[in-house]
DNA sequence: CCGATGTTTCGGTCGAGGCCGCAGCGTTCG
DNA sequence: CGAACGCTGCGGCCTCGACCGAAACATCGG
């Protein structure tokens, strides 16, 4: 059957221990060295390039050469929704035995605001998410079109230019909800979910943590995002 | 790091072909025997009672007593909707090749109409979902509580009891969008999804192929899609 | 009470695949 | 031009887990 060693053979691939840490690296969006990959997962580098050929073969991982290193990355945000996916469904049952036992700062931060791919995720994403429906900015309709004329003008006004994205050729949604792996609830990705988180970095309103994918709300966040969104508590 | 051995413990039980093939075996909603899910993995009662225990250990699965038999079903609609995400990722690369060499019939009925979980998807249950937003009477909003009241009287009169759907304790979503393995686009899930769904089924609209989570259309659905819902060709 | 059937447990075999050491290739820098 | 560095391919080791046969257990029908 093709559909049956299609499900069987991409899970496959996730489902080893050092494959799984690797593409849980890449989650944040960047694109990391072999080596780097290595030591995340704990192997050497020669295992961690055979992880990674078969992870490209896939088709779920792009490679990108750049002199003497060869950067790896996520190949589409749809294999950062079935990374997020996994574990929501995996967290089922145990959900109560190990976030109630484990819950350190680490993962109350990555609870917080984190990196989605390439957008924010979080109960900041969320935050976000829903401060732009009640405004009337953004619609989070199915097919993701639904930015309202309200919408952008406080995008402009926020610094993105919606006509660059418009004119890319990309064959990404524009605005896609995407489901929140922590919360359960939807935030913004797709192309405007990742120009808003970049332009939020940009601001310096947030600072990414060093070797995760949590991120920290600034001063200036803190203030901006207030006070453009009407967002409190971050 | 308990995020990682998470994502890989959970892809590893997706990933062997057997458990795959079972799994697979339950997306069309149905509980199962053990014996039954053998023999559609190719493996004997045994060896499928020990991969059935793994799952429903790790929460993927939830099993029934009654009489001598044992009854399989995905845990949840959040399992489904990660196996179909797997997939859907695994297509990436290799769609091109797959699809254009191996597509028989089994495969065009598949993604003109079948089941996910227990509510429509494939062609039609993008079109269903495409009609109700047009016409106003849901939203598809990211939280699914937005079925409009002009939605809410036109569900009464095609014979959903919405009152009913409202009282039960179900922590399920009441409407929730589900991305659509074949088509890429949203279609309606939760329990109105299923409700709807149930309900096509009980007016003789649809029929469900043997073996397979395709559904036909009958002669008096294709009058009823037409006239309940405006949608032709189907 | 006794077979028949569905399901689970146990023990043992075996094959697949992850892992590393070593060696070869390409790039960068002194 | 040679050395250092990053990456990849190959061969061998070894562990893990899927698989089945046999047998025990539970349930239903006669």
Do not use: N
Request: net charge positive; with cysteine.
């Amino acid at each position: 059957m093709l559909s049956d060693s299609l499900l069987a053979e991409t899970a496959a691939l996730v489902g080893d221990p050092a494959r799984a840490g690797m593409l849980l690296a890449l989650m944040d969006g960047r694109a990391l060295t072999a080596g780097e990959l290595a030591r995340a997962a704990g192997i050497t580098p020669q295992t961690a390039s055979g992880h990674l050929a078969k992870l490209a073969a896939a088709g779920l991982l792009a490679t990108q050469r750049q002199g003497r290193h060869r950067y790896h990355r996520l190949a589409s945000p749809t294999v950062a929704q079935m990374l997020e996916s996994i574990m929501e469904a995996g967290t089922g049952r145990r959900a109560d035995a190990c976030h109630t036992v484990v819950t350190g700062p680490r993962e109350r931060a990555m609870r917080a605001a984190r990196t989605c791919w390439d957008h924010l995720a979080g109960e900041l994403g969320v935050a976000l998410a829903d401060s732009l429906v009640a405004h009337g900015r953004l619609d989070l309709s199915p097919e993701g079109g639904a930015l309202t004329d309200a919408g952008a003008v406080f995008f402009q006004d926020f610094g993105l230019d919606l006509d660059d994205m418009a004119r890319s050729p990309s064959g990404r949604a524009f605005c896609r909800p995407c489901l929140d792996w922590s919360e359960r609830r939807l935030h913004v990705g797709g192309r405007l979910g990742a120009a808003l988180a970049a332009r939020c970095f940009a601001l310096g309103w947030l600072r990414r943590c060093d070797g995760s994918r949590a991120v920290s709300v600034t001063e200036a966040g803190r203030r901006g995002f207030r006070d453009a969104f009407g967002i409190r508590d971050v």
